[in-house]
């Protein structure tokens, strides 16, 4: 663990050299040891001139931490001139792939304590590499973009591509081996469904849930078609393998419709062949498309008269994306997009024509885990935030934490986060042991079950977490914006790869299939 405390310049005070220094033209304070001269910020501060002058001179640290994140401090160092003569700084400062030492704030396998029949060395290896690059790029970029509503930078399209994590996203398979990840943190060959897990759980924490869907989640999604069913045509698929997993191009799977939306089969959009047999003729719209508004390739649900059918449309003539405003970032590229006439070749056809579905449902166990996968860890987040917040604030003169109504809302908040975690890592266990044909058969409906009930408990845990936090739970900036985003946002995966009350329809039909026939 390399947490450490703040670094600031080495020049010591007293405090009673502190205390001169509450005059008009001079504010200092201490929090936590350290001396900060802050006359020059009165005017800049954003919760006003006045609260600095009531605390100059004085030990500040109760009434710091009662209204911040300590982040603040870390970005405001300039302002510190030196510490209190013969005292020590006691409040930890988290350093770039640091473990949280909150309880529960890390799944058990991750907290020291605690053994895991399930993780090898290279698991490890591959969380504290994946933590390392998540902290120091992702977060980062994300609260940047999340705010701004800008798309991804290229730059961290680059680095991703560069360290191997543009291909890790897709989890296990060839398109890993020989590829160096985060500097050999795994072989691409030993690469398993734990890894896949670790990845979509260290990303997540950058608690920006619009950038998160807005950073490749169209090719989690999209190119998996591209790599399952693109053999018939070898040369399109290593391109657009090769284009997207370097970063040069992006990709999006556009199958919703504003007619259709869990309900596949009844897609709008048409394909209908030219009559030399050499093209397909597009017309149609697609709704909620992430990443469309940015993306280079569109997999693309299609019908084709006597079924459906995906063809991989590259942007061009006919196409046309354009923004869809919804409740989280405009950073995800949520587009609409129309094909107006569009002229596809036909070796861009995925898979068989007419059966379609068997593309489409080629990766929706995969999608739905991923999804589980982020959910269950922002849900964590969020409970650390609230066992920080509830240690921290003081009302009523007693610390939140020290009121039984406050501890019970953590205690169904911590049930939930573990019994989703052990669930997801016994699921997660019957993938790696399973092969694709088995895991089709065995997997789809425990998936679902999974996914189904961790959007559950996300509903659950936002709500609490909202009425823990107050008016800083509904506020985007400062100390409550990681729960502000959570409950803005946790519906998008109780909708997104299939509407909760389908999945859970999904879970008991298959299980109804391996009813024993006999009356019992
Ligand atoms: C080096 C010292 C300080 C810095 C750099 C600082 C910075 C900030 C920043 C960036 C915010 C915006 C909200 C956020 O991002 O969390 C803020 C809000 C605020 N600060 Fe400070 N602050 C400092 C010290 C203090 C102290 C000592 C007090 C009170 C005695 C105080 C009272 C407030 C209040 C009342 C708000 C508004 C909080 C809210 O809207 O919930 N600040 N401060």
Known sequence: MSSSVLEVPSKTFTRAEVAKHNTEDSVWFVIDTVVYDVSEFLDAHPGGEAVL???????????????????????????????????????????????????????????PQFKSPYFKDSHRKLQKAMRIFTDKYITPEALEKERSGEIVSQELIDRMSKAGVLHMRMGPG???????????????????????????????????????????????????????????????????????????KKICLAITEAFAGSDVAGLRTTAKKTPDGKHYIVNGTKKWITNGVFSDYFVTGVNTGKGLSVLLIPRGEGVETKPIKTSYSPAAGTAYITFDNVKVPV????????????????????????????????????????????????????????QPVIRQKLAKMIALCESHQSWLETITYQMCNMSYSQQAKHMGGPIALLKMSCTRAAHEIADEAVQIWGGRGLTQTGMGRVIENFNRTYKFDSILGGAEEVLGDLGVRQAMKFMPKAVL
């Open 347 to 402: 070796e861009n056809l995925l898979g068989e024509e007419n059966k379609g579905i068997y593309v489409i449902l080629s990766n929706f166990n995969h999608e739905r885990w991923t999804m589980a996968c982020a959910t269950i860890r922002y849900m964590r987040l969020v409970t650390e935030e609230c066992l920080k917040w509830a240690h921290q604030r003081i009302v009523f003169k007693k610390r939140l934490i020290d």
């Open 174 to 248: 060839k398109h890993l081996h020989g590829v160096n990840l985060l500097d050999g943190a795994v072989d691409g060959k030993e690469f398993d469904y734990f890894h896949d897990m670790i990845c979509s759980q260290e990303a997540v924490r950058a608690a920006c849930r619009g950038f998160q869907d807005g950073n490749m989640a169209g090719m989690v999604i999209g190119l998996t078609c591209v790599l399952n069913y693109g053999h018939k045509n070898p040369a399109l698929k290593a391109k657009v393998e090769e284009e997207c997993f370097s970063g040069k």
């Open 53 to 111: 002058r009531q605390v100059a001179g004085t030990d500040a640290t109760a009434a710091f931490y009662n209204l911040h994140r300590h982040e603040v401090l870390q970005k405001y160092s300039d302002l510190a001139i030196g510490t209190i003569e013969g005292e020590k700084q006691s409040i930890i400062t988290p350093q770039a792939g640091d473990l949280s030492t909150v309880p529960y704030a890390e799944p058990l396998w991750l907290t």
